[in-house]
């Protein structure tokens, strides 16, 4: 098991909520959840040595029902649940779920492992093997291209049940963008087998008291 310290808080917040891993899907697997879990609700902290200096950097996040907030000395983030991201369970696991930047009905993924410590996250990511071109998640999912220039839309999950509507096929540009066909059961052998155990960033379970929340908004203020 490796546990990634080397990171600046500001980047790994980018990893975490604004591109996930790199690799693209046409849907998020598990259950679609209107709010956040409970067993992810509470307050976490990460550190770790940021790439431009040797000070350690620590990233103060709390889950609520509604939202995933990130606080440092000098900025505050929020990101809301349907609004940033989509949240599905999965199994014992959950997947968080942006919009690819790129093209649109596509998603980047995140898995998450809830443990008595804390969070471990797992950037769902393009990871090549040595042997030829094909990726990691060729191995459990079918790949499909997309021509660059389209621009197929896919309805967020619906209130009611959280169905999407099928990423549509269209003409455009020769260039293509590669994604992987979802299935439940085939991501899960792909979590099992290729991430839990692997590379994962740790976000400390932290219980705070009045003392300790009261310091920290000072020290917030201080930083503004």
């Given at each position: 098991?490796?546990?990634?310290q ?9 990893l975490l ?38 000070q ?24 809301n ?8 369970s ?6 968080l ?25 797992y950037?769902?990511?393009?990871n ?14 079918p ?32 260039d ?26 740790f ?19 201080k930083?503004?």
């Open positions: 098991m490796k546990k990634i080397k990171l600046s808080f500001f980047l790994f917040a980018t909520l604004v591109a996930c891993g790199d690799a693209r899907f046409d849907r998020i697997p598990g259950r679609y959840q209107d709010l956040m879990p409970t067993d992810l609700i509470g307050d976490y902290e990460f550190k770790g040595k940021d790439f431009k200096s040797v350690t950097d620590s990233l103060q996040i709390t889950v609520t029902p509604g939202e995933i907030q990130f606080k440092t000395p000098s900025k505050n983030t929020v990101w649940i349907h609004q940033n991201f989509h949240l599905f999965l199994n014992q696991y959950h997947v779920g942006t919009a690819d930047k790129t093209i649109k009905g596509l998603w980047n993924l995140t898995v998450i492992e809830v443990t008595a410590a804390g969070l471990k996250v950037p769902v990511s393009e090549k093997l040595e042997t030829g071109l094909e990726t990691t998640l060729m191995k459990y999912l790949v499909k291209d997309l021509l660059l220039q389209h621009d197929p839309i896919m309805a967020v999950p619906s209130s009611a049940d959280g169905s999407m509507v099928p990423l549509a096929e269209g003409a455009g540009a020769a293509m963008v590669r994604y992987y066909s979802m299935n439940d059961e085939q991501f899960m052998q792909y979590i099992d087998r290729e991430l839990v155990g692997k590379e994962y960033f976000l400390k379970k932290v219980v705070r008291t009045k003392e300790t929340k009261a310091k920290e908004n000072k020290d917030l203020k930083g503004k």
